[in-house]
């Protein structure tokens, strides 16, 4: 046990998913075959040692509240502390990250760590967020923002940080053209608890409720903010482009590695999936194929998620095919991203492009 | 609280029919099928039958079964009033206490156990068999049957009667007369070595048994005997469903293959799951150059090469250019490049170096000289070597035989 405390965002942002976060939150998104979007950080966070992890709901929150249930699976299922699940606390709007923190501040008081981290639940990494922790305790900064050196594909809205030669943050920027010399925030923060409840406080006393705004931008000079460079795989999926292209580079056993970090494992809502079954006449190259599925046809560079079954003489070539999908005999799918449950009729032919793959809803019959 | 039901499944065999496969585990925690472990099958069965305390009796080299099963969670047997016990063998007053001398010891010894539940009915189970059955719908036969004991029997071939142990019944499926591997059978019903007993009667046999000192304190050699010699009403169940002993390296291996072929063994089939307790492994990846054919793939695998007929359990690793036909590989196996693997059981962890044989197609051999051949978990076979069918190497790599 050590002395931090996690903190969740699953808010409502402007997406470019699409079909894909209809009916659901970001942290809720499927990928890599077999998890959701805040299965990263949330392993991240339970690897480093972190007991205690408080999720801020917002929106369409159902699908996370049935993913993480109790927290059994991330091991946070605890007789004190453990996975708090923080629907929003009124009806008010939430403008940013502060005005969810303050909807909060009673849990926030009740938190037993010295410290806090916090995080987006769409981030995908799998980051050692122990040694984040150590590097913020002996800099002595006040807030430890981690980002990256690699600033492209970047988010619209993503916040930008110039670092001084003692990576100290000296300017926070949000919609930069030139990010020459700059580092993306990856949106992960620590600081004491003391430390957020005063800014919290503070903050909403002034109405200010933008956590770039209100504090990384408006008291760099009065708080050591600290970049933790960390430029190994982080993804921060905001177009269904970008959901495609990152999940097909999975298939690149470099990448693999680095998120299925063999000293830590990735958690997830546990299925009862069988082994997958490939049959004589199923042909499967350089795919990712979760547990339970049968594959009678071709696979070829895809994601199968658990549970899916692909008829005999179907053809599925760089398609990302959600839990439970169901390809019919002779159906052909190129550049396609099934959502759970989708159906695909005997013969149907769907063919998207690898610059606008093409996205079937959940539960949809094509 | 009282329970109408409780199951004592028998898991302390040695299985030394598996030889180096139990070497260090016991045989209910070998793995099978890919992603489970022969334990699996009686526990599954258990939950999706609503019975919901289960003893586990556990003796040889309990500790991967034990920390396998722990609360019991996985098989959703971690609960408030019964759930999954594990129940080794124990010291009494005045040092007395002994390991289990037969399968009916092991129940007489937990009779306490039992009686914590005081139920009507207790349904004895080995940690031996793969099946899928409904428990519930044989202890209902049995209730109709007003039995003291209902033997769950399976029609065999009558040609391979005398191998097993013979129910001959009457009009109603009561148990007539039991022959042990009898050399004329009388009938062709099989028992399947799973009991439902009425267990106040059984609680009085047992401890009748227990005080002949010229038994061999076992269910099939003893207990049923004595029941049906006084006159007890014993039920046969027929069961019709797949069921397999997988207690010799032989039926271990058959199994297996009768798992790929998907026929009354479909494990991808989810109206009667089978749970399992799994490390936290990413989803398989199969490779650009692979060939992956009537096969089995888990978590945690990644098949760059060729697999054929084949049962990769999670964590296995063919890398470019290794063949593995007609196998079974248990989690974290490692074959690389260019090995070829065929008709073989590998155990946990062991690792095949660049180029070395594992057994043969028997096609491609003597008829005589040729078996399946074993290597014991943790083996590590050099690169180049080859290891003839038929032959078995435990961890050091010395030949054991059968």
Known sequence: MNGLHGIIFSLEKLSGLRELTDRRMPGSVPFAGRYRMIDFILSSMVNAGIADVGVVLQGNYQGLLGHLGSGRDWDLSRKHGGLKLLPPFSQKEIRGRIEALAGVRTYLEGIRQSHVVLADSDLIINIPLDDVYQRHLASGADITAVCTGNTDGSPEDATYFKLDKDGRVTQTF????????????????????????????????????????????????????????????????????????????????????????????????????????????????????????????????????????????????????MQDAAVGRDAVLHYVVTDKNVEILESRTLIGSDGYPMVIAKGSKV | MKKECIAMLLAGGQGSRLYVLTSDVAKPAVPFGGKYRIIDFPLSNCTNAGIDTVGVLTQYKPLELNSYIGSGQPWDLDRLDGGVHILPPYMQEGEKGSWYKGTANAIYQNIGFVDMYDPEYVVILSGDHIYKMDYSKMVEAHKAAGAACTISVMEVPWDEA????????????????????????????????????????????????????????????????????????????RFDGYWKDVGTLESLWDANMDMLSRGDLDLLESSWPIYARLPLK??????????????????????????????????????????????????????KKGASVRYAILGENVQVEAGAKIGESPENYDPDKWGITVLGPGASIAADQVVTPKTMLNRELKEVSR
């Not at chain 2, 097993?164 to 070595?193: H, R, T, Y």
């Not at chain 2, 010229?214 to 050699?221: L, Q, R």
């Not at chain 2, 060729?306 to 974290?332: C, D, R």
Request: net charge negative; charged share 20%; hydrophobic share 40%.
């Open chain 2, 282 to 335: 990413p989803p398989a990846f199969i490779g650009a150059g692979a060939l992956v054919e009537h096969s089995v793939v888990t978590q945690g695998c990644d098949v760059q090469g060729t697999v054929k007929n084949s049962v990769l359990s999670h964590s296995v690793v063919i890398e470019e250019g290794a063949e593995v036909l007609y196998s079974v590989l248990m989690p974290g196996v490692t074959v």
């Open chain 1, 174 to 321: 949000t919609a930069l053209r030139n990010t020459e010399g700059c580092h993306r925030a990856l949106e992960i923060y620590i600081l004491s608890k003391q430390l957020l409840l005063d800014l919290v406080d503070e903050c909403i006393s002034l109405d200010h409720y933008s956590l770039r705004g209100a504090v990384l931008q408006a008291k760099a000079d009065t708080l050591r903010i600290h970049g933790y460079v960390w430029d190994s795989y982080a993804a921060q999926i905001r177009t269904v482009k970008e959901y495609y292209d990152r999940s097909m580079e999975l298939m690149n056993y470099a990448i693999r590695r680095e998120v299925f970090h063999p000293q830590r494992p990735i958690h997830t809502k546990e299925r009862n999936d069988a082994s997958t079954y490939i049959d004589p006449d199923g042909n499967c190259l350089n795919s990712i194929i979760a547990d339970g599925c049968t594959i009678e046809g071709s696979v070829e560079n895809s994601i199968l998620f658990r549970g899916v079954s692909v008829a005999r003489g179907a053809q599925v070539k760089n398609c990302i095919l």
């Open chain 2, 162 to 237: 005398s191998r097993f142990g013979i129910m001959a019944v009457d009009g109603n499926d009561n148990i007539v007369e039991f022959q042990e591997k009898p050399k004329q059978p009388k009938s062709n019903l099989a028992s399947m070595g799973i009991y439902v007993f009425t267990w106040q009667k059984l609680r009085e046999y047992l401890i009748s048994d227990e005080n002949d000192p010229a038994s061999s304190n076992d269910f099939g050699k003893n207990i049923i005997p004595n029941m049906l010699n006084a006159g007890e009403v014993m039920f046969a169940y």
